[in-house]
C-alpha cells in the first residue's frame, strides 16, 4: 500500500520553493514594465445612495499570461511532476488572489499549501476512482505473461489494450500501478511501490533492470506523459525463469517482513540499492563496500579482517572462502586507489570489474540469506567463531613435527650375532716423491694393497638397559695409590676456622700459638720467602754547569 507521507512531504517542500520562486519573478516582471490588469467593481452601500467604485487586481488572469515564465522554474517543473500544471497554477492563485503585491506572508502561504494537501487527502477519502499509472520496464524479462509483486502488475506490452503507443512495445514489459492519489501525484504516488518492486527483483538474482525515464498517467481525455527522474540501466538485462517466479513472490514476502524488523538489513539494502542505481559498477563500490561493513566489520570475539568474516559467512568450502576473501582485499585496494587518484595494477586473472561484479554477488547472498532467515544473530560473533573453529581443525589434522636425522636421535641397532670379519688395509708410511707419481700414472691398472683379515668369533655387546632386576652395581673400592693427593685441608683435623669467621685475637705477650714442625711444612708453600733485599744504593752526585 502507497502511504501519503512522503507524498506530501516533497510536494508542501516544493510548494514552498514555488512560492518563493514565482513572488520574485512577478516582482521583476511589473519591474520590467509588464502591467497587472484591473477591474472595476462597483460596491453598493445602504447607507449610500451613490455607488462606490474600486480597481480589483486580476491576479489570476496576470498569472495565467505568465505560464511560459513559470514553467521555466525549477519548483514548478516539480511540482508539476508531483501532481499537475493545474495544482502548481491554481496553488499561485489561491496564494495571492485579489492582490496586487506578491508577498508570501507565513499565515497566507501554509492557508495555501494545506489546501493543496487537503484536496489530495480529500481525494483518497472519499473512494474515488484509482487512477492508473504506466512506467515501461526495461531489460525485463520473462516467459509468463503477467506477474504481481510489490503491489505492481508487471504484463507484457502486448496484452495491455489501451496502453499508449509510446510505452507499448513487441517486448516490452509495463509495471503498472493503480493508486487514489495518482490523479494530482502521479510520480510521487507510485514511487514508493516501483522502489520495492525493483528492490525485490534486484535482490533475487543478478541482472540489469530499472524503469524508463517517462511515464503514463490515465486522465480524463486518454494518457498523460510524465517523468520519472529515473537514470540510465545498467547493460546485461535481466531475465527470469518459469521456475523462479513461484520463489521470487515467496522471497518478496519474506523480504518485506524481515526488512521491517531488522534495522540493519533494511540500512544494508538501501545501500545496495543506491550501488544498483550507479550508472557504472565502477561508482558502485562505495555502496557495496559500505553495506559489508555496516554488517561485519568490528566487534566480534576475535576481532577478525573484514575479508576473513564475508568468506566465513557466504562460502562453505576452503577453496570458495579464500577465493571470496581475496575478491573483498581486491575491492579495497581498488576503493584505496580511487580515493587517493593512484592507478590500479589489476591481476592477471581479475579485472576491477569483475571484481566489483563478484563483490556484489557476495552482497546479495548474505542479503538474502538475511532475508530468508538462514543467516541470524550477531553476525560478526557467528562468522568469528566459524573462523575459529576451523583454525582449531586445522591444528588437529596437522601431523606432528618429525624428531629430525641427527645421531643422538636414533637408538643404534643391535648387531647380529655371530663371525664379525674386520678388513685391515696397510698403508706405506714413506710420503710420495714425484718420481713414484709418475710412475704411477705410466702404470695402465694400479695394484691392490695387500689387506690382512682379522675374524671375530665372538662380540660381546653391552646392554643399554639390564634386563636383570637383581642386578646391581656395586662400584670397586679404589687403590690406595690412585687415591688423590691429599692437601692441607683434608688433612687438618677437627673443625677448620676459617679467617673471616674466627674471632679476633687481641693476645698478650704470654699468649703465642706455637706451631709444630709438621703445620709450619704443611703451610710454608703458603708464604713464599721473598728474595734477599740487601741493596746498597749510594748518593747520587750531580755537577752543576754555567752556561758559557
Not at 97 to 112: M, N, P, T, V, W
Not at 236 to 256: A, C, I, K, M, Q
Not at 399 to 422: F, L, N, Q
Request: hydrophobic share 40%; net charge negative; charged share 30%.
Amino acid at each position: 500500500v502507497t502511504t501519503l507521507e512522503s507524498t506530501s512531504e516533497r510536494l508542501e517542500e516544493a510548494l514552498r520553493r514555488l512560492a518563493v520562486e514565482a513572488a520574485d519573478m512577478f516582482e521583476d516582471l511589473l519591474a520590467t514594465g509588464a502591467e497587472l490588469p484591473f477591474d472595476l467593481q462597483v460596491s453598493e452601500s445602504e447607507e449610500s445612495i451613490l455607488p462606490m467604485y474600486s480597481y480589483a487586481p486580476l491576479t489570476a488572469q496576470f498569472i495565467g499570461d505568465n505560464v511560459a515564465e513559470l514553467r521555466r522554474l525549477e519548483a514548478f517543473v516539480e511540482v508539476r511532476e508531483l501532481s499537475s500544471e493545474e495544482v502548481a497554477t491554481g496553488f499561485l492563485v489561491g496564494l495571492w488572489d485579489g492582490r496586487s503585491e506578491f508577498d508570501i506572508a507565513g499565515d497566507r502561504l501554509k492557508g495555501a499549501i494545506d489546501g493543496v494537501l487537503s484536496s489530495i487527502a480529500s481525494t483518497g477519502a472519499g473512494g474515488t476512482p484509482a487512477g492508473e499509472v504506466i512506467v515501461p520496464l526495461i531489460g525485463f524479462h520473462m516467459p509468463a505473461d503477467e506477474i504481481v509483486l510489490d503491489g505492481v502488475r508487471i504484463a507484457r506490452a502486448e496484452t495491455v489494450a489501451d496502453a499508449p503507443l509510446d510505452a507499448a512495445g513487441p517486448k516490452n514489459f509495463l509495471a503498472i500501478v493503480s493508486c487514489g492519489f495518482a490523479d494530482v501525484a502521479p510520480a510521487a504516488a507510485v514511487a514508493d511501490d516501483l522502489r520495492r518492486a525493483l528492490r525485490t527483483l534486484r535482490l533475487f538474482r543478478p541482472g540489469g533492470v530499472g524503469i524508463s525515464a517517462h511515464a503514463w498517467v490515465r486522465r480524463a481525455d486518454g494518457w498523460e506523459r510524465f517523468g520519472t527522474g529515473a537514470g540510465r540501466t545498467r547493460n546485461g538485462g535481466y531475465r527470469l525463469t518459469g521456475n523462479e517466479l513461484d520463489e521470487l513472490n515467496g522471497f518478496s514476502r519474506l523480504l518485506t517482513e524481515r526488512g521491517a524488523r531488522m534495522p540493519s538489513l533494511s540500512w544494508a539494502i538501501s545501500r545496495f540499492e543506491l550501488g544498483n542505481e550507479r550508472a557504472s559498477l565502477i561508482e558502485a563500490l562505495s555502496d557495496y563496500l559500505l553495506a559489508l561493513r555496516g554488517l561485519l566489520e568490528g566487534g566480534g570475539t576475535t576481532g577478525a579482517g573484514l575479508s576473513a568474516r564475508v568468506g566465513a559467512m557466504i562460502c562453505e568450502g576452503a577453496e570458495d572462502r579464500e577465493h571470496a576473501r581475496l575478491c573483498v582485499e581486491r575491492a579495497l585496494q581498488i576503493e584505496r586507489k580511487l580515493m587517493s587518484g593512484a592507478r590500479y595494477r589489476p591481476t592477471a586473472d581479475a579485472s576491477p570489474l569483475e571484481v566489483i561484479a563478484e563483490l556484489e554477488e557476495l552482497l546479495r547472498r548474505l542479503l538474502k540469506g538475511m532475508a530468508t532467515g538462514e543467516l541470524t544473530g550477531d553476525l560478526r560473533a557467528a562468522a568469528d567463531e566459524i573462523l575459529l573453529s576451523e583454525g582449531m581443525q586445522a591444528a588437529s589434522a596437522a601431523p606432528p613435527p618429525s624428531m629430525g636425522e641427527t645421531a643422538e636421535w636414533r637408538i643404534p641397532d643391535p648387531v647380529a650375532e655371530g663371525e664379525e670379519e674386520i678388513e685391515v688395509r696397510k698403508v706405506s708410511d714413506e710420503a710420495p716423491t714425484a718420481t713414484h707419481e709418475a710412475h704411477d700414472a705410466s702404470q695402465e691398472a694400479p695394484r691392490d694393497t695387500p689387506t690382512a683379515r682379522i675374524v671375530v668369533t665372538d662380540v660381546e655387546l653391552p646392554d643399554i638397559v639390564s634386563t636383570d632386576e637383581t642386578n646391581t652395581f656395586v662400584p670397586e673400592p679404589a687403590d690406595a695409590e690412585h687415591d688423590e693427593k691429599a692437601d692441607w685441608f683434608a688433612s687438618q683435623d677437627g673443625d677448620l676456622e676459617w679467617p673471616a669467621f674466627a674471632s679476633p685475637r687481641r693476645g698478650r705477650p704470654d699468649e703465642h700459638r706455637e706451631l709444630d714442625d709438621d703445620a709450619s711444612d704443611r703451610v710454608r708453600y703458603l708464604f713464599p720467602v721473598p728474595d734477599a733485599t740487601d741493596w746498597d744504593v749510594g748518593e747520587l752526585s750531580y755537577e752543576n754547569r754555567r752556561p758559557s
